[in-house]
């Protein structure tokens, strides 16, 4: 309050003046004309300095006044028509009501949910003739040569009340095969507040792991998705029912920590409790460290869930420099071979820098950079080929032994990496490169002499060092269509050089929800 | 690491210590205003750069932790932000600044809108559905904002009441005088055409009576094309348009050359205080120098 002060300060100006009044009247005899005149003026100072107190309050009373005036005015004065300028109060708040006259919306505002359906569509060619599964391991990526439906997404959020938000997304597609399938991205509610900076989301969703797993596909710098999370989180990504609760810890600077549970069964948790096989693939004739996924051992405890930590920070480098750095695991079950208490323990550590200048238009100029480092620690479970010989099936073959192999549990470990570099030179034009990475420590039951059909394995395909470049061209016509043209090097080891062309095409209807830095 | 958890601590404990009011405004507009209605009293964080695009800001994680402390979130509403601040909403954890909360003052409430579509169609370019989001550079609106503004402190801060509803009486004076001044300034060149590059101009050209209806991108949000350009050229001869209006973030380059065979001045504007040099002291002065570089170059032209 400014009143208080003012009128301490005047009082204690008028003590002042009075206690120099009576010290004048005391101490007059004793002293000459000249110092009476001093007081004298002294006094008339203070006045005048009281005087202007008096007026500063006066105007600020009447400002006041005049505020008080504005604010009470009646709700029915029209909001400012143009050119007749209210010049004295600025038009309350109107809420706009519907009127049965208004359209419908569907978008921002109009309904209660934003709306929003992305397709996106790839076509071109590959010389592999193994492009699902081999070349393109992500199960959105182009899948043959010729057009390939990546994924139709419906996009639905909103506030479910004053507690909750909740977010769905649904795929619609059509396989390599022609067969439709549908697919529940996601579908969660997540808290909008809760004490001590936390947040909790439940219900279907990506796990918090590194970061090319929580975008859905439509929002990727690339056609694909990149080796390493494809082949050790799963063609799908990892995503699953569960809860997770997310920290802000309380720094100067953005730290998130998190922590998820959600079930470890399915094909969206591949390297968990799942056959590891993905929507309309085949079963491949040579399965995961050469043996069955077999061991159907349930859940038991809470170990027996996967487990998703991660700790996400950020900086701001400079005024046009943002990095964040972030750092995940995924830990559970998994159900190689035929029994035991088999578990895999994947680690993540993600960099994105992202560079805008001041001036940018449309977020144009731009350059990013992002890279992902994965590895992965998966126990193969025992596994004997004679219990499959004698249930019909044809076994891998031991040659050292000339019986069916009998594959011992062990601990192996596959890691890989990709670096990609996004450069935004004009306004909807992007250029990018990748380079992806992957590759395993050899394992025991590589290493043995073993046979299928009389064909000698070696190293196990699924875990086969190779690597991959890919530069591409985007252009963004305006934020809702995406054309992009990409071409692939591919390099398989023991499958060899194939190069790929795929022009990816996408459009965007309705709501376009903004995305996460 | 003890040190530093130390350290963390002191911080954590200064922040809590300092009773101001925690303010985050989205735009530099908004904050100028906020700055002369909190004055001293409140801790102001603004999240956009003054030379960016306000409707393509990065939601970066540093905001989140900024409006994750805000006791009041100033925003424009009206979609000039939908690209990037409901995702940092979403991350904040914070019950004050979500939309209707307490703390939320959306500022475009009680604005006249204009150009709110009929329908939404896309093919017309990227339009909003709540009309053009650009409404400060119409000094009334920002009388309104002063008002929201000044409204949500003292509901905040019950103690400088007064303080607040003072000062935004001051800065709506303030307006008020140099409006009359503006619009005298201005006068002269009542229904003149001002070429702009995005269609971000409209209030300000009602208000002081200019007209603005060519437009270097063809619609809003797509970029210029050479025969686009060639039509706005012809256009621009025909109506003796000869000043062209350029935003920081925007391609000045385009402009020059379209200034170049219609022999029209380019004119730097901004709509974020500091935007353009000279400009950063506040809202009075972009405005100030928004009227005087226009009138100058509309004097130049005579």
Not at chain 1, 410 to 437: H, I, M, N, S
Request: contains cysteine; negative net charge.
């Amino acid at each position: 309050m400014n009143m208080k002060p003012l009128t301490l300060w005047k009082s204690f100006s008028m003590t002042i003046g009075v206690s120099a009044l009576v010290l004048g009247a005391t101490a007059t005899q004793a002293q000459d004309t000249n110092q009476l005149n001093a007081l004298k003026q002294q006094l008339e100072q203070m006045q005048s300095n009281f005087d202007r107190v008096v007026r500063d309050q006066q105007a600020q009373i009447e400002a006041l006044k005049k505020q008080i005036v504005t604010m009470n005015e009646p709700a029915q004065t029209p909001a400012g028509a143009p050119g007749v300028a209210a010049t004295t109060a600025p038009p309350p708040p109107l809420e706009k009501t519907w009127s049965p006259t208004d359209p419908i919306r569907l978008g921002k505002g109009g309904t209660y949910a934003d709306l929003g359906l992305v397709a996106t569509f790839a076509v071109g060619g590959s010389t592999a003739d193994d492009i699902e599964g081999g070349t393109q391991l992500g199960g959105h990526d182009p899948n043959q040569n010729g057009f390939t439906i990546q994924g139709v997404e419906l996009n639905l959020q909103g506030a479910v009340d004053p507690y909750f938000r909740a977010n769905a997304n649904i795929l619609f597609s059509v396989d390599s095969a022609g067969e439709t399938f549908t697919e529940l991205e996601e579908a969660w509610l997540e808290t909008v507040s809760l004490p001590w900076n936390l947040q909790v989301r439940g219900g279907q969703y990506l796990s918090d792991f590194g970061r090319i797993n929580t975008q859905h596909p439509h929002a990727w710098g690339f056609v694909d998705s990149p080796l390493v999370s494809a082949r050790l989180l799963g063609p799908d990504g990892l995503r699953n029912p569960g809860a997770k609760v997310g920290w802000l810890l309380p720094l100067p600077f953005f730290s998130e920590l998190s922590l998820g549970i959600q079930d470890s069964q399915g094909e969206t948790a591949a390297s968990f409790r799942s056959s590891g096989h993905s929507h309309g693939e085949e079963e491949e004739e040579i399965p995961f460290g050469y043996r069955h996924a077999d061991n159907n051992r349930g859940i038991s405890s809470v170990t027996d869930m996967l487990i998703t930590p991660r700790l996400a920070t950020s900086f701001e480098l400079t005024d046009s420099q943002t990095l964040v750095l972030g750092a995940s695991g995924a830990f559970g079950p998994n159900n190689s071979g035929s029994g035991g208490d088999t578990m895999t323990q994947i680690y993540g550590l993600d960099v994105y820098w992202k560079w805008k200048p001041a001036n940018a238009h449309g977020g144009f100029p731009f350059v990013s950079f992002q890279t992902e480092a994965m590895l992965r620690r998966y126990e193969l479970g025992a596994f004997d080929w004679q219990e499959e010989a004698d249930a019909g099936e044809v076994p891998i073959i031991d040659v050292a032994t000339g019986l069916p192999a009998v594959l011992a549990s062990e601990t192996v470990t596959d890691y890989g990496a990709y670096g990609q570099l996004l450069y935004g030179f004009r306004k909807g034009w992007v250029a990018g490169l990748r380079v992806d990475y992957v590759n395993s420590e050899e394992g025991d039951y590589e290493k043995m002499d073993l046979t299928f059909e009389g064909d000698t394995l070696g190293r196990d395909p699924q875990r086969e060092e190779r690597w991959r470049i890919s530069p591409n061209l985007t252009w963004y016509p305006s934020e809702f269509s995406k054309l992009r043209l990409q071409y692939n090097y591919d390099d398989r080891r023991e499958a060899g050089v194939d190069h790929s062309v795929w022009l990816q095409f996408e459009f965007l209807l309705g709501a376009h929800a903004s995305h996460k830095f | 690491m003890k040190k530093f958890l130390l350290t963390a601590f002191t911080a954590l404990l200064a922040v809590g210590a300092s009773a101001k009011l925690n303010v985050v405004a989205t735009t530099p507009d908004l904050a100028s205003v906020a700055k002369e209605i909190g004055g001293d009293k409140i801790e102001l964080t603004t999240l956009a750069r003054p030379t960016e695009d306000p409707h393509f800001v990065d939601a970066k994680p540093s905001f989140i932790v900024k409006l994750n402390k805000a006791d009041v979130l100033i925003h424009g509403g009206a979609d000039l932000e939908v690209g990037w601040l409901p995702k940092l909403i979403e991350q904040a954890r914070n019950a004050q600044i979500v939309s209707a909360a307490k703390g939320e003052v959306r500022c475009c409430e009680g604005v006249k809108m204009l150009e709110v579509p009929q329908e939404l169609d896309r093919s017309k370019g990227d339009i909003h559905a709540a009309g053009n989001p650009h409404f400060m550079v119409d000094p009334e609106n920002a009388k309104i904002v002063a008002h929201h503004i000044a409204d949500a402190f003292a509901k905040h801060d019950p103690a400088n009441q007064a303080f607040y509803l003072t000062n935004s009486a001051k800065f709506m004076t303030a307006l008020e005088a140099k409006l009359d001044e503006w619009q005298a300034k201005l006068a002269p060149f009542k229904g003149q055409q001002i070429v702009a590059y995005h269609n971000s101009w409209t209030y300000f050209a009602q208000r002081f009576g200019l007209k603005i209806e060519l437009f270097l991108e063809p619609k809003p949000g797509i970029p210029p094309s050479p025969s686009h350009l060639a039509d706005v050229i012809a256009k621009m001869k025909e109506r003796q348009a000869r000043v062209i209006i350029v935003d920081p973030y925007l391609s000045r380059k385009t402009a020059e050359t379209v200034a170049r065979s219609t022999g029209a001045t380019v004119v730097d504007v901004a709509q974020m205080p500091g935007g353009v040099k000279g400009t950063e002291s506040g809202y009075l002065a972009l405005m100030d120098y928004l009227v005087n570089s226009m009138a100058k170059a509309f004097g130049e032209k005579k």
